[in-house]
């Protein structure tokens, strides 16, 4: 069964030639270029993977993702943005989102990211090993549920977050390069910087760490990468 990409974007040049792309791939295509609309043609289409511009007339790609991710969809996302500040793919990777490419693109990346994601939503996904609970500390994590404690504090994980700690935690107490969890967790297909895993670790410390700032548990090797203690 052909993958089905929702495209939402405004500039008819790039939505055509995305769409145009996609199809060329075997892929099915809807497309909106109004974020007003877009919400009810995501619930409509059930699509496998959405493509999000950040700057749409009618509701910004920011609030549709933010829609998504509070009805619980794990549905790849991909965002797009003539942006190129660090700050706005931090908001849009906090809201929920997978991925992040900056106007102007090659479309031979857009395509190999799509097959990325899609390839990481299916079961087994090559993610790492998951196990049925993460403990180190006073945390605990279901890691079914996605769902976690601090001592008595709850929180939920998304399911990249998750999949990071899983390697983290299968290699306690020794140190793991940015590289193996980047190709690990996002796919050897991955275009990004590592940027993207340091402010994943942020979020993470904001959740399992009693002190986000002095981490006891999370922790940074110099120059390499991370190591879970405890």
Excluded at 96 to 120: I, N, Q
Excluded at 134 to 153: P, Q, S, T, W
Excluded at 166 to 186: K, P, T
Aim: charged share 30%; net charge positive.
């Amino acid at each position: 069964m052909k993958k089905h990409v929702l495209v939402v974007e405004d500039d008819a040049h790039i939505r055509l030639g995305l769409c145009d792309a996609l199809r060329g791939e075997g892929y099915q295509v809807t497309d909106c270029r109004d974020g007003g609309q877009a919400g009810a043609l995501f619930k409509q289409s059930k699509p496998d993977l959405v493509i999000l511009d950040i700057m749409l007339p009618g509701k910004s790609g920011y609030d549709l993702c933010r829609e998504i991710r509070a009805g619980k969809s794990r549905v790849p996302i991909l965002m797009l943005s003539a942006k190129g500040q660090e700050i706005d793919k931090v908001v849009g990777l906090e809201l929920g989102a997978d991925d992040y490419v900056t106007k102007p693109f090659s479309l031979r990346e857009l395509l190999a990211r799509v097959h990325a994601l899609l390839r990481r939503a299916e079961p087994g996904g090559g993610a790492p090993d998951v196990p049925a609970e993460i403990a180190f500390g006073k945390v605990r994590i279901d890691c079914k549920a996605l769902r976690g404690r601090r001592g008595k504090e709850p929180f939920e994980l998304t399911p990249r977050e998750l999949r990071v700690l899983c390697v983290l935690f299968r290699e306690r107490g020794n140190a793991v390069s940015r590289e193996v969890i980047l190709n690990e967790v996002w796919g050897i297909e991955y275009y990004g910087t590592t940027r993207t895993l340091d402010q994943l670790i942020v979020k993470l410390r904001q959740k399992v760490e009693d002190v986000p700032g002095e981490p006891r548990h999370v922790l940074t090797v110099h120059t390499l990468g991370y190591r879970l203690e405890g």
